[in-house]
Nanobody, 116 residues
Framework: VQLQASGGGLVQAGGSLRLSCVASTTTSSINVMGWYRQAPGKQIELVAS???????NYGDSVKGRVTISRDNAKNTASLQMNSLKPEDTAVYYC???????????WGKGTQVTVSS
């Protein structure tokens, strides 16, 4: 599984950004896609995840401001982030998790910077 992440960048507080992640894979195993993030000096934390049947999970710090979606036919997940805050500044990593065997695959980190 290879992941191609896109999006991110610099935005002012209150603004919006959209991240995308495309998985190149031939596997048809049950999977979950999502994002984690890591800010300087902080632990990595879950941003959001979504299963193939659309079940979502959000980190407490982003609930109500972030929406994750996916297109199973295109093996693509998207993360719409609104009302961004300076504390959302971090490197965001998309992932693809195959539940059988608990295999994790990671995309290249995407920098999101929110200026105050």
């Amino acid at each position: 599984v290879q992941l191609q992440a896109s999006g991110g960048g610099l935005v002012q507080a209150g603004g919006s950004l959209r991240l995308s992640c495309v998985a190149s894979t031939t596997t048809s195993s049950i999977n979950v896609m999502g994002w984690y993030r890591q800010a300087p000096g902080k632990q990595i934390e879950l941003v959001a995840s979504i299963s193939e049947n659309g079940e979502t999970n959000y980190g407490d710090s982003v609930k109500g401001r972030v929406t994750i979606s996916r297109d199973n036919a295109k093996n693509t997940a998207s993360l719409q982030m609104n009302s961004l805050k300076p504390e959302d500044t971090a490197v965001y990593y998309c992932y693809y998790r195959i539940l059988a065997g608990d295999y994790w695959y990671w995309g290249k980190g995407t920098q999101v910077t929110v200026s105050s």
